[in-house]
């Protein structure tokens, strides 16, 4: 099986709401709804790989210092597995924008469900839930 590995984020903004953004049409999985990021360019660092994306999807610039791991997805698809490790970023510079044409949707934790994700993505759900409502913990 083809191992795949993405690099992805979460970006937070003061109010603890989590950017997501919709794939566009023509992309595997089209429509569904995912943290920005992408696939590793060869010899490339997975934070290196994450900053570039994060400029070329977004338009904003981001340091090493403010990314911080939170978990990963393990999952196996049809014609590869994706391993996928989950930073979270609080700090950028520049204004969040679609520079693909895809929307883009901050997102309070307990609605996250309500935007449907690839499948990959389900369990990183409670992760970001409970970083950011530790009183209530869902992966309880
Ligand atoms: N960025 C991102 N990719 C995800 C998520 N969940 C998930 O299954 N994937 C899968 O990871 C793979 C890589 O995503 P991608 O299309 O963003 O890669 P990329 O930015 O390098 O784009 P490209 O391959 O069109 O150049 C896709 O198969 C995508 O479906 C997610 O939350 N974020
Ligand atoms: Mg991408």
Do not use: N
């Not at 994060?54 to 791991?69: D, Q, S």
């Amino acid at each position: 099986m083809k191992m795949v590995l993405v690099v992805a984020c979460a970006l937070i903004d003061a109010d603890g709401r989590i950017l997501l953004a919709q794939r566009p049409e023509g992309k595997a999985l089209a429509g569904l709804w995912e943290f920005p990021g992408g696939k590793l360019e060869t010899g490339e660092r997975p934070e290196d790989a994450l900053i570039r994306e994060l400029k070329e999807e977004l338009g904003i610039t981001v340091k090493h210092a403010c990314l911080a791991p939170l978990t990963f997805a393990s999952h196996a698809y049809d014609d590869f597995h994706l391993l996928m490790p989950l930073y979270v970023c609080r700090r950028w510079e520049g204004d969040v924008t679609g520079r693909e044409g895809q929307a883009l949707a901050w997102v309070r934790p307990q609605k996250l469900r309500d935007y449907p994700m690839p499948p990959a993505d389900a369990p990183l759900i409670p992760h970001l839930q409970d970083l950011l409502s530790p009183l209530s913990s869902s992966l309880l």
